[in-house]
């Protein structure tokens, strides 16, 4: 008799649970648009660049991603450190603060 319980019967379940739920942010940001959005002072080198595990889609100086993990601020400052100076930066639609702007210019 099989039980449930057993951690080798549970590993590949949990692992299929949650390789299912990360697809979800994915596909709400596809419909949704981008998560983050941030105009940048120049355009950055490439149209398509990864800062902090956070895929940054950019034409020109205006760029976008979809939602990562940690704060806004370390999102924006390794965009920062990634792409140069951001100009503005906004997370779910909201403008951050020019004191949090400033500190995530500041963070190279």
Avoid: H, Q
């Avoid at 595990?53 to 020109?60: A, F, L, P, Q, R």
């Avoid at 939602?67 to 951050?96: D, H, W």
Wanted: net charge positive; with cysteine; glycine share 12%.
């Amino acid at each position: 008799m099989i039980k449930l319980s057993s951690p080798a019967l549970l590993l590949p379940l949990l692992g299929a649970t949650l390789g299912g739920a990360a697809l979800i942010p994915a596909a709400a940001n596809a419909a949704g648009g981008a998560y983050y959005r941030a105009e940048l002072a120049n355009a950055p080198k490439t149209g398509k660049f990864v800062a902090r595990d956070v895929i940054w889609s950019c034409d020109g100086p205006s760029c976008g991603a979809g939602r990562g993990t940690s704060r806004p601020l370390i999102i924006c400052a390794s965009l920062a450190r990634e792409a140069g100076e951001v100009k503005s930066f906004t997370v779910n639609g909201t403008a951050i603060a020019a004191e949090e702007l400033a500190r995530c210019n500041a963070a190279k």
